[in-house]
């Protein structure tokens, strides 16, 4: 007995704050470092030479270009000074003539020059390094600020430098930065740096709403899905919903069910039932029946059904918590007579109540396989839809669907679809055959014809629509309905195909009927096309156990 005792409760709701990581400001800086070319050039350089006509009386005319370079400098500056120092006479020329002056050199006159010669300067190049900071401050206000564009300072170069190459970080998690072209990197000198707040450190401007749901990066806990955000509505699928820092809270609610899915608040003797446990992945199911007394506000003593070792473990379906109970007399002897208040418990959650009559009152179980329909046709090669529907609202069922003889799937209580190809042509028998946890059967039955159209060929597919499998009537005259039988004629190779339907006037169908009494009945030609040959009834000797099998050709 499971014994429980009531007190006055006060209804404590715990309230929870989370924290977002919010920032409104950020202090921080940036650094860009350069690599880069720099040039080193040496001063151009000066020296006095004295240059005579080396080439005597008749040679080429001198300059002091000619002079300077002929002498191994770059160029000449100035003709400081010059003679001519012939046979006849001494001429002497002005001071500081121009380098490209003539000095011409006849048979009697040898020029004698003073110059001021020079060598150019020289280039080197070298690697260099630079770098660039500053302190900032962002907010989210701000969404994307503009710090300019960075000054670089280079370590003992004042030069001008060439083929530079900059790379961008700062020192804080709670920024992003990049250069105004894209990316942390750049080789254009006039780009400026571009930052925003970034507190989750996604790489991502807290400011955008990424999913369009009305929420920033900030306050988002998931900005890449709309479902989810603090304003959703928590639901039972595994992810925090509502951006409180829970997955699935609050959402367990305990219901009782029967076989076919439908909530329930009264019972019967020998049912079977189901205890859902919504969104919960574990534990087990203890049953009480409340009893209350005058004083059931202070204390009470309730009757268990199942607990402790007779507790019901539950089984995961989907992302509930499911435990079957068949209510047995034993289960009832332990709350004798009142069986008005019957509870689960999971875990410290307790149940609505449910009501128990003391009687049976059984369902009936319905197994009824809907597609494909009995006497349809089809190509080989086609997929089909087989649909089973399975209820019974106060049984489990345990079902079976074979196709020619060959199981195929189970189902419960359930509508049960499967997509099945069919790869083999000719007269295909379905089977959905079931029973209850009361030892019950029933069965639905589809023959279909899957056709061949690549060669001639007679299908047929015999459907006995009344009685239905297992169906139950009072007394020992059973009409036999078969009026939904087909068969098929393919001839022409496959371009030609022909339904054949019962009744049809060519009296092409062939019947043959084997009954339970012992009574067989073969019917073709012109027996086989009137409506006795598929509508009738027959006599059984006695009620209950009679059964009857049809098989169909075509002439």
Known sequence: ?????????????????????????????????????????????????????????GGPHLTGNDGCTKNGHDGCDIVVSGALAGHDNNINFPLNADCARIFPDSR??????????????????????????????????????????????????AGTATNVAYTLTDNSDNVTTWFSDGGTTTTNPLATIMGCLDADSDGECDYLDKDNDGYNQVVDCNDS????????????????????????????????????????????????????????????????????????????????????????????KGRDLVGLWTITKDDLRKTPGDYEDFRFVVGENISESLEISGWKNDDKMII????????????????????????????????SLSILGIEAAAFGNEEFILE???????????????????????????????????ANGKYSAACIDSPKNFE?????????????????????????????????????????????????RNLGGAAGRVITAYDFTVEFPTPGGNWATLKLDLN
Not at 26 to 31: A, M, R, T
Not at 142 to 151: H, Q, S
Not at 374 to 398: H, L, P, R
Not at 472 to 501: C, H, L, M
Request: glycine share 10%; charged share 20%.
């Open 1 to 57: 007995m499971l014994f429980m005792k009531k007190f006055g409760v006060l209804a404590l709701v715990l309230v929870f704050l989370f924290a977002f990581s919010f920032v409104a400001a950020e202090g921080f800086s940036w650094n860009v470092g350069a690599t880069a070319t720099g040039t080193t050039t040496t001063a151009k350089t000066y020296s006095t030479i004295e240059v005579r006509n080396p080439d005597g009386a």
């Open 108 to 157: 009697h006159d040898r020029p004698v020059l003073i110059l001021k010669c020079y060598n150019d300067g020289t280039a080197t190049s070298k690697a260099i390094a630079g770098s660039g900071s500053n302190t900032e401050a962002v907010t989210l206000a701000d969404e994307i600020k503009d710090f300019g564009v960075p000054v670089i300072v280079y370590v003992n170069y």
């Open 225 to 316: 899905n709309a479902a989810v955000n603090p304003g959703a509505t928590e639901v039972c699928d595994d992810i925090d919903n509502n951006c409180v820092g829970g997955i699935d809270e609050d959402l367990m609610e305990l219901v009782w069910r029967d076989m076919n899915g439908e909530e329930i608040g009264e019972s019967d003797l020998k049912d079977t039932l189901q205890m859902v446990a919504t969104c919960t992945s574990s534990g087990s199911f203890s049953i009480y029946e409340e009893d209350d007394d005058l004083f059931g506000f202070l204390y009470e003593d309730d009757d268990g059904i199942r607990v402790d070792g007779d507790s019901i473990e539950g089984v995961v």
């Open 368 to 399: 009824s396989l809907e597609n494909p329909i009995c006497g349809s046709s089809f190509d080989v090669g086609s997929t089909e839809q087989i649909k089973i529907v399975a209820s019974d609202a106060d049984d489990e069922i345990t079902g």
């Open 420 to 454: 099945h190809p069919f790869g083999v042509s000719g007269n295909i028998q379905i089977i959905a055959d079931a029973n209850n946890t009361r030892g019950k059967r029933s069965r639905s039955v589809s023959s279909i014809m899957v056709l061949d159209r690549s």
């Open 472 to 520: 139950d009537f009072d007394g020992s005259s059973i009409p036999i309905d078969a009026s939904t039988s087909r068969a098929v004629q393919v001839t022409g190779s496959g371009a030609n195909v022909e339904v054949v339907y019962p009744g049809d006037l060519d009296n092409r169908l062939n019947w043959y009927w084997i009954f339970s009494n012992g009574e067989t």
